[in-house]
């Protein structure tokens, strides 16, 4: 049996708790052994013991050694995989200010995966594959990739959860059972500005815009929940979402580690090579497939309308401008 190492900050975090069984429960790896770094700040790195245990006690015969710490420069030698949950949320108050957006995050978050980044760069395997949950995801993502420098690995940010929301609602107005919604794409940031794009959605084989055909619910129903679902889950609970978040990075984890159905496409931010003309190095939501070989692709045969363009072109023109409120981290 192969052994794949994997290091999940934020460990102790809400969405953590969630996902690190999944890591470990033979499904999301297949039958490999996992090994586990799990890394917090120092202040919480002790509460870590708690969640060992519970590991422990859970009886996963896939699981390997386990290990939890607050060096990240230790956690990442030998990675394969890198899950980058550790950030603050949104709906909590920080230094005496509630953080009420994302572009709140930039500051307080960025700077975390610019160590990140260099450690992973430095020590993390070859084809190493990490995915920045942690917001304001995409520019973390950005932040950590230029740091790493090292263009055998493929930094992602996650926009998984974006897309199964849509589906979820796409399912809920035509009927149809979610796993008969394929090609469901996110386009742009995981920010309110991302364009959930129903029309090359496939739906019980049919595309979406043939079987929905009514644009004023698409503009003023289906994007706007999907755009701001992360925010009425925060005012419902209290706290961003942290089940559902965890479910979307298992299912990125499987998407990039199984090739993608002929035909289908998984939605993650990845570096655009210019790809659908998105200024290149930005971390953007794309349509992508896992070939044969393992290697992770931008799906390019997809047509935009003009409406679903003008959509994108505002989540680029974000992105581009959080690059550049960021250019200090980016040395
Ligand atoms: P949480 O506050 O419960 O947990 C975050 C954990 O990260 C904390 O335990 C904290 O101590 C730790 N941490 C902070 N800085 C760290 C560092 N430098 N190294 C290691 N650990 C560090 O938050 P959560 O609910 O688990 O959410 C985590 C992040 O994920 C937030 O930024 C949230 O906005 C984001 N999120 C993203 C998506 C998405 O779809 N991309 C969805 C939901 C939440
Ligand atoms: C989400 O989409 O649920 C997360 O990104 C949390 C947030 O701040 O919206």
């Given at each position: 049996?192969?052994?794949?190492?994997?290091?999940?900050?934020?460990?102790?975090?809400?969405?953590?708790?969630?996902?690190?069984?999944?890591?470990?429960?033979?499904?999301?790896?297949?039958?490999?052994?996992?090994?586990?770094?799990?890394?917090?700040?120092?202040?919480?790195?002790?509460?870590?013991?708690?969640?060992?245990?519970?590991?422990?006690?859970?009886?996963?015969?896939?699981?390997?050694?386990?290990?939890?710490?607050?060096?990240?420069?230790?956690?990442?030698?030998?990675?394969?995989?890198?899950?980058?949950?550790?950030?603050?949320?949104?709906?909590?108050?920080?230094?005496?200010?509630?953080?009420?957006?994302?572009?709140?995050?930039?500051?307080?978050?960025?700077?975390?995966?610019?160590?990140?980044?260099?450690?992973?760069?430095?020590?993390?395997?070859?084809?190493?594959?990490?995915?920045?949950?942690?917001?304001?995801?995409?520019?973390?993502?950005?932040?950590?990739?230029?740091?790493?420098?090292?263009?055998?690995?493929?930094?992602?940010?996650?926009?998984?959860?974006?897309?199964?929301?849509?589906?979820?609602?796409?399912?809920?107005?035509?009927?149809?059972?979610?796993?008969?919604?394929?090609?469901?794409?996110?386009?742009?940031?995981?920010?309110?500005?991302?364009?959930?794009?129903?029309?090359?959605?496939?739906?019980?084989?049919?595309?979406?815009?043939?079987?929905?055909?009514?644009?004023?619910?698409?503009?003023?129903?289906?994007?706007?929940?999907?755009?701001?679902?992360?925010?009425?889950?925060?005012?419902?609970?209290?706290?961003?979402?942290?089940?559902?978040?965890?479910?979307?990075a298992i299912d990125t984890v499987?998407?990039?580690?199984?090739?993608?159905?002929?035909?289908?496409?998984?939605?993650?931010a990845i570096a655009s090579d210019?790809?659908?003309?998105?200024?290149?190095?930005?971390?953007?939501?794309?349509?992508?497939?896992?070939?044969?070989?393992?290697?992770?692709?931008?799906?390019?045969?997809?047509?935009?309308?003009?409406?679903?363009?003008?959509?994108?072109?505002?989540?680029?023109?974000?992105?581009?401008?959080?690059?550049?409120?960021?250019?200090?981290?980016?040395?």
């Amino acid at each position: 049996m192969s052994t794949i190492k994997v290091v999940v900050t934020g460990a102790a975090g809400q969405i953590a708790y969630s996902l690190i069984p999944r890591l470990v429960d033979g499904k999301t790896f297949g039958d490999k052994t996992v090994d586990l770094c799990l890394v917090e700040i120092p202040q919480v790195v002790d509460k870590l013991k708690g969640l060992v245990m519970e590991l422990e006690d859970s009886y996963f015969p896939n699981m390997g050694e386990v290990s939890y710490t607050s060096n990240f420069e230790e956690a990442s030698v030998n990675g394969d995989w890198f899950l980058l949950v550790g950030s603050i949320p949104r709906g909590i108050v920080y230094n005496g200010k509630k953080i009420e957006e994302r572009s709140d995050l930039l500051s307080i978050n960025g700077g975390i995966f610019v160590d990140q980044g260099k450690a992973i760069g430095k020590n993390g395997n070859d084809n190493a594959k990490v995915l920045v949950v942690g917001n304001p995801a995409n520019t973390n993502a950005l932040i950590g990739k230029n740091a790493a420098n090292n263009n055998s690995q493929t930094w992602m940010a996650m926009t998984m959860l974006d897309s199964n929301r849509a589906k979820s609602i796409l399912s809920k107005k035509t009927n149809k059972n979610i796993s008969e919604i394929t090609n469901m794409i996110i386009w742009g940031n995981h920010s309110p500005t991302m364009y959930p794009d129903s029309e090359n959605a496939f739906i019980s084989g049919q595309r979406g815009s043939d079987l929905i055909n009514d644009m004023e619910w698409i503009e003023s129903d289906f994007l706007p929940s999907v755009q701001q679902r992360g925010k009425a889950v925060i005012n419902a609970r209290g706290a961003s979402s942290a089940t559902s978040a965890a479910k979307a990075a298992i299912d990125t984890v499987i998407a990039c580690e199984t090739p993608t159905d002929h035909g289908d496409c998984f939605s993650a931010a990845i570096a655009s090579d210019g790809a659908y003309d998105v200024p290149e190095g930005l971390i953007c939501g794309y349509p992508l497939m896992t070939l044969e070989d393992g290697s992770i692709e931008i799906k390019r045969d997809l047509s935009l309308s003009e409406f679903a363009l003008s959509k994108f072109q505002i989540s680029i023109d974000e992105l581009v401008s959080e690059r550049d409120a960021v250019k200090h981290l980016m040395q």
